[in-house]
């Protein structure tokens, strides 16, 4: 279980399963590919037309059954079939009426693809399209998972190029052309609409220093299950310090957990919210914190639960707990200007700043504004919660309250304290650490909301989280002075890479359920200068996700060959688990020990928490 059930090893670079439709074990043998299908197919000697040949919308058409099963393989749906991109309001056939009389705005209408009579799909990324144009072949999900292989070469190339088009009208609603892709994206990012205009030798200079880094990454590592641990309740959250300690927040309370060099592992101290709460008599409803927050050298936590009867994360205020005594200190209230306001996020004001044991400020989001929060009272004055009558109020220190428009959803923070928010309309803005009114880049969305942000200790990469996909932005510029800066300290010009996509195969992406999207994709953890974030993980329903972040910088890795539009990394290993996956973290670095690159990977489902270690495999 777990680390067994895995798609790929974790730092190698092997397309090949991908290329036939199996996810499962290694000792499982791999089902017929789309080559051992379509050479059986010769065998029968079917004869296609000129005609047939010379069509541009003429495929074969495939199914794959068996999922990860020692039985899974490719099916011949269709030896000869064709396709058409079709603009519509409705993408069932019995709902459609050519003859209606009265005419659709054609605001309503997008695209569907249409194979045959067996698919017909609104043309999203929810599709997961994956281009093999050397095989001349494209897989996709479409109620199950699907193949198209093109006669030539040329067809499958416009193929894409149609989808493309079609998939851009359906995300902006004006037809992809140049001159909307401009107006969308920006002249100084049309490298994001047009990869092959990028200049990509930004991610060519990160390549040639991380390469020199220290403790370089062997293909010959894998993940091993070191300790399992059941929690005292359904775990909401999962806290990771850095120093002794790490807690799982669950329904009834934080479970104390040591941490290892081989995981978190052995129950210390309980903390049962009833018991903290009710002690000072405090007068907000206790609800299951969604939000938590590690302060003053990892002794203090935050926790942030969201106002009941709201169908998104808001919160007016939040409750202080002293770890070490176990019990809440006091429970702050959010006001600006005499008046009660809300927060939906809160964040450390640095990558390391949980270790501050001075530290009393922090960071807040909402949709429309971005501020710090100072637990000190302005006056001098220590307030007395058990004689105070009134919830202290937190001192706005610094931030902006935007008039509207910018739908912020989440933020996340660099050493130094620069600030990267994710918005609903996907674009990512960069705040220095000197100005919250302005941000000094503001990346373009692609089409999808970003659901969750996070950035390396040095500021130069970011990863977005969308429900669909991974985005990663390298933000190195160089000045015109010729020094090389980040988008957080200064304006990026025109010489902006273009990002890549880290996405599931079809395959995967269809077994991981249509109701599972990613969420949280972090870097692993460090919090030093001249350290490199070396993995990402991302969760999707039971799968943990873990991409080598080497291999996605190298240009010339196998994923990259023969694609077309922006890059997209599938070289990944998936962790299963028995449950929905809470949460899936790489410890502090300083856990990593000799024999490994990295610190442990910590997945934590609602009933138990898993360490897993990186190690050469035996």
């Known amino acids: 279980m777990g680390a067994n059930h895995s798609h790929q090893g974790l730092l190698e670079s092997s397309d090949e399963e991908e290329e036939e439709g199996s996810t499962s074990d290694s000792i499982i043998k791999t089902p017929p590919s789309l080559d051992d299908v379509e050479s059986k197919l010769k065998a029968l000697k079917l004869k296609y037309s000129s005609s047939t040949i010379t069509n541009p919308n003429a495929v074969k058409l495939y199914l794959h059954v068996g999922g990860n099963t020692p039985k899974a393989k490719w099916l011949t749906s269709e030896k000869l079939t064709s396709f058409s991109f079709v ?95 401009v107006k969308i994206f920006g002249k100084d990012f049309i490298g994001w609409a047009n990869p092959d205009a990028a200049d990509d030798s930004m991610w060519e200079d ?67 919210f009833a018991d903290g709460y009710q002690s000072k008599g405090l007068s907000s409803a206790f609800v299951t914190p969604k939000k938590t927050l590690l302060m003053k050298a990892e002794t203090n936590m935050l926790l942030m639960s969201p106002n009941t009867g709201r169908q998104t994360f808001h919160s007016t205020g939040l409750h202080q707990l002293d770890i070490e005594t176990g ?31 001075s530290g009393s400020t922090f960071l807040g989001l909402d949709d429309n504004r971005l501020c710090r929060w100072d637990m000190r009272d302005r006056h001098g004055i220590v307030q007395d919660l058990a004689n105070s009558s009134n919830t202290p109020v937190l001192d706005w220190a610094q931030g902006h309250q935007f008039s509207r428009g910018t739908n912020f959803q989440c933020f996340a923070t660099t050493g130094d304290g620069s600030i990267v928010v994710g918005s609903l309309d996907g674009k990512i803005r960069l705040y220095s650490i000197n100005s919250m009114r302005q941000a000094k880049t503001a990346f373009p969305g692609l089409g999808s909301p970003i659901t969750h942000v996070d950035v390396t200790f040095d500021g130069k990469w970011i990863v977005g989280t969308t429900d669909t996909y991974l985005v990663i932005i390298c933000t190195i510029f160089t000045d015109k002075d010729g020094n090389m800066k980040t988008g957080f300290s200064g304006r990026m010009g025109n010489k902006i890479a273009a990002p890549r996509l880290l996405k599931l195969s079809p395959l995967d992406s269809h077994l991981a359920g ?46 990259y060959r023969n694609q077309q539009g922006l890059k997209s990394c599938y070289c990944y290993k998936i962790v299963l688990r028995d449950d929905s996956i809470v949460e899936s973290r790489f410890m502090h670095d300083k856990f990593a020990v000799t024999d490994s690159p990295e610190a442990p990977l910590v997945i934590a489902t609602p009933m138990k928490v898993s360490s897993f270690s990186i190690s050469s495999r035996r």
Not at 140 to 153: P, Q, S
């Open 87 to 181: 603009k519509t309001n409705s993408v069932n056939d019995e709902d459609e009426n050519e003859d209606e009389e009265e005419e659709v705005r054609d605001s309503e209408n997008f695209w569907v693809l249409k194979v045959g009579s067996k698919i017909r799909s609104k043309v999203s990324v929810e599709m997961q399209m994956k281009i093999f144009s050397d095989q001349r072949r494209v897989d996709f999900v479409a109620g199950a998972v699907w193949a198209m292989k093109f006669f030539t070469e040329e067809h499958c190339k416009g193929f894409v190029t149609q989808f493309e088009n079609c998939l851009f009208e359906n995300t902006y609603n004006v037809e992809g052309n140049e001159k909307n892709k």
């Open 327 to 357: 019990k809440v200190v006091t429970e702050w209230k959010f006001g600006k200007d005499g008046t009660e306001i809300t927060m939906r996020d809160i964040h450390n004001d640095s990558k390391g700043a949980q270790l501050d044991p």
């Open 206 to 272: 990160a390549e040639d220093s991380f390469s020199k880094s220290p403790s370089p990454v062997r293909p010959t590592q894998d993940l091993r299950e070191e300790f399992e641990e059941a929690s005292n309740g359904g775990i909401q959250s999962l806290a990771l310090g850095a120093l002794d300690n790490s807690f799982l927040v669950s329904d009834n309370g934080i479970q104390v957990v040591k941490n290892f060099a081989h995981g978190i592992h052995g129950k210390g101290a309980f903390v049962n």
């Open 514 to 559: 249509v109701n599972n999207k990613f969420r949280n994709a972090q870097f692993s953890w460090v919090t030093e200068n001249g350290k490199q974030e070396r993995h990402i993980v991302a969760t999707v329903g039971k799968f943990s996700v873990i991409w080598n972040f080497q291999q996605v910088k190298d240009g010339s890795h196998e994923c």
